[in-house]
């Protein structure tokens, strides 16, 4: 089985690619958008349709970085669209996923006060778009 949790932390994508696909992820709709994409009468799973959009959303991007003519913006934003709610059911029907992640989220308790982290609530402009992160916290 493929651990698709690792592939996505690796993906590192401009900020706006991202901030596009977040926004587009509230009209997802799976039966039309994965036809549409994969060029399939009939769906499939969703381990199976993230591998699919995984790959498609590679070779778009070594286009985007390779500056060929041939690529689309609104194509590729599609993709990640796609990806990441896909990335959410294979998340969300997963109770190992869903218990490994509650282990990664327990808090630890410690004898020193916690550090102050200034990210994204002092700074508007600051946002990670890069892992797992970025695609789950459209959600």
Request: charged share 25%; hydrophobic share 40%.
């Amino acid at each position: 089985m493929t651990d698709f949790i690792s592939i996505l932390d690796r993906l590192h994508r401009p900020r706006l690619l991202i901030q596009a696909a977040r926004a587009g992820c509230e009209d997802y709709r799976r039966a039309p958008h994965l036809r549409r994409l994969l060029g399939q009468s009939d769906l499939p799973r969703h381990r199976e349709a993230l591998a699919q959009l995984i790959e498609i959303e590679d070779g778009m991007n070594q286009q985007r970085q390779a500056g060929e003519n041939g690529y689309s913006l609104v194509a590729h934003v599609d993709v990640l669209i796609a990806m990441m709610a896909e990335a959410q059911l294979v998340r969300a029907l997963n109770p190992a996923e869903q218990a490994a992640q509650k282990r990664r989220r327990a808090p630890t308790f410690d004898a020193r006060p916690p550090k102050p982290v200034f990210r994204s609530s002092c700074n508007p402009f600051y946002m990670n778009a890069s892992g797992t992160a970025a695609f789950f916290s459209a959600t």
